[in-house]
């Protein structure tokens, strides 16, 4: 994976953005940035759009812009003077792609065929847009496009909701994908930023759809374990499951034998998305302990702590199947 496909990896989403006027730039990057997604693609739709993707950089200069809707050389060049990190274009158009390769500039080019997809792996990419998503077939579609390319991510685009936006992310050929769907332009048009800010956090957090997975509770010694845990189990009627060095009360709680992480015990959240969700949460400022993380026989990362204690409990976000 390049640098440039771990940083879709960890934004999740992409918002496609066509701006009417270059004075939306830095407001619609601090509300973004402050939303918890520090990326756009502003699309090369409007007259504005180098010059909005420059204000973007100057007001965020760690946001990753790009420039879409790309149909020239031309626009290439517009976009890449102007600051873009990378280039989309809503078709696989040989020139365009031959372009940017040659400028340096990572190019997402739209696949919606698997001719097409072949044609990008011609041109030595590895990172394609499906679009448009929906109207081709979806995630249907997608999976079973992707099935005889290994080497291939996408980064599904036309149709992405909130509704089935953790469904696309959940497909292990999907990188991220591009939505517009957090943008209100209405909204932008009065001035009122706020509410893409509190539009993106909240698809945020549906995204990452966070729950109480369970508590455990040290009890400092055998004795004291299985004392509480006969007692929690007589209370609520549920079964006593035993695992190395701990007891579970049916699945409400973890009665950990000696003292474990944390000063009284640890709280377990579970994520669909869980290397996604802590990409989110280091952005936003909260450390990991890495040395926690555990790995399934893939390497793929399940559960992870979090630096800091609350209240005396170790916090450890695990993965959870959907």
Not at 279 to 287: E, K, Q
Request: with cysteine.
């Amino acid at each position: 994976m390049t640098d440039f496909e771990k940083q879709l990896y960890d934004l999740s989403l992409i918002p496609v953005i066509r701006i009417e006027t270059a004075d939306w730039a830095e407001p619609l990057a601090h509300a973004l940035c402050g939303g918890g997604l520090p990326a756009a693609e502003v699309t090369f739709r409007t007259p504005c759009a180098a010059e909005a993707i420059r204000r973007m950089k100057e007001a965020e200069p760690d946001m990753l812009v790009g420039a879409g809707t790309v149909l020239t050389p031309a626009q290439a060049d517009e976009a890449a003077a102007a600051g873009a990190s990378f280039i989309v274009s809503p078709g696989l158009n040989r020139s365009v792609v031959e372009h940017c390769l040659s400028l340096g500039i990572p190019v997402v080019p739209g696949c919606a065929t698997p001719s097409d997809v072949e044609c990008a792996i011609g041109l030595g990419l590895t990172t394609v847009k499906f679009f448009p998503a929906e109207p081709s077939g979806g995630l249907k579609m997608l999976r079973a496009m992707s099935g005889p390319y290994g080497g291939i991510r996408f980064m599904p685009t036309g149709g992405i909701t909130p509704a089935n936006l953790s469904s696309y992310l959940s497909c292990p050929a999907v990188l991220a994908c591009g939505g517009s769907f957090m943008i209100d332009e209405e909204a932008m048009r009065r001035g009122d930023f706020g509410v893409i800010r509190t539009s993106t956090r909240q698809t945020l957090s549906q995204l990452f759809a966070f729950r109480l997975y369970h508590v455990g509770i040290s009890a400092g010694g055998d004795r004291k374990a299985e004392a509480a845990a006969g007692l929690l189990s007589s209370m609520f009627g549920v079964p006593v499951r035993e695992i190395p060095g701990a007891l579970f009360v049916g699945d409400l709680m973890e009665i950990v034998r000696e003292k474990g992480r944390g000063t009284h015990g640890h709280i377990g959240i579970s994520t669909p998305h869980l290397a996604r969700a802590v990409a989110c949460l280091s952005r936003a400022g909260f450390a990991f302990d890495e040395g926690s993380r555990v790995l399934d026989e893939k390497g793929h990362m399940t559960t992870i702590y979090f630096h800091d204690e609350v209240l005396g409990f170790a916090l450890h976000l695990t993965e959870r199947k959907e």
